[in-house]
């Protein structure tokens, strides 16, 4: 297997943390996001997924886009250690904390939509900050309430890492990125801290990933 991906991308680090659970053999293919690079906007990497957007999972003669779904597919192909619970109910609730991440916070502070506010609409750096805090407060708030309701202080839901885990770990190292105030979420501080010390975390992380800065 082949992922593209770029090291500060969230969605792209999801699709790492879920193949390093997995304990998949796979190979990086290196996309840089940044100018004057900008290889989303290739020809060859258009070819690869018209959105210009990473991850993409290549798996044999399988392309597929989107974060959650190729973590949803590994977890149906490969479904050991599982990510999301077999029972209904649970399964729905999971998927629907992941939800709140991956649709309601993530993609109002992507980068294209950050870029977009700089220019062409001409806002300034502290209100492009302020616009990422504020999504990122509100997302955080209602997760934090699910998390304690949820979660038993290491994992949003349960006591084993499921879907929902990968996808916070990333948007909470987007938001001390963004030095956004993280303070009044202890439970999930105390969960992030408890995920990132796991080894398919670990290895997933920005900092290690060979297109990081060194």
């Known amino acids: 297997m082949k992922l593209y991906g770029y090291f500060r991308s969230s969605a792209a680090y999801r699709a790492r943390i879920a193949l390093n659970y997995k304990g998949l053999t796979w190979e990086p293919q290196l996309v840089d996001l940044r100018p004057p690079a900008s290889m989303q906007h290739s ?106 309701r949820l979660g038993d202080g290491r994992h949003m839901f349960g006591e084993q890492v499921t879907l929902a885990d990968v996808c916070l770990v990333p948007q909470m190292a987007n938001a001390h990125r963004f030095h956004c105030d993280v303070t009044p979420y202890p439970t999930l501080n105390a969960v992030s801290a408890h995920l990132e010390s796991l080894p398919a975390f670990a290895r997933a992380a920005p900092d290690v990933q060979p297109d990081a800065p060194h």
Do not use: K, M
């Open 43 to 148: 020809p060859q990497f258009r070819a690869v997924n018209p959105q210009g957007l990473v991850p993409v999972l290549v798996d044999g003669d399988t392309i597929l886009t989107q974060s959650l779904a190729i973590i949803e597919y590994l977890d149906e192909t490969h479904p050991e250690p599982p990510l999301l619970p077999r029972a209904p109910l649970p399964r729905a609730q999971v998927r629907a904390l992941a939800l709140a991440i991956a649709c309601d916070i993530h993609p109002l502070n992507n980068s294209r939509v950050l870029s977009y506010l700089r220019d062409p609409l001409g806002h300034d750096e502290a209100t492009v900050n302020a616009w990422y805090a504020e999504w990122i407060r509100r997302g955080f708030e209602a997760l934090e309430g699910e998390a304690r």
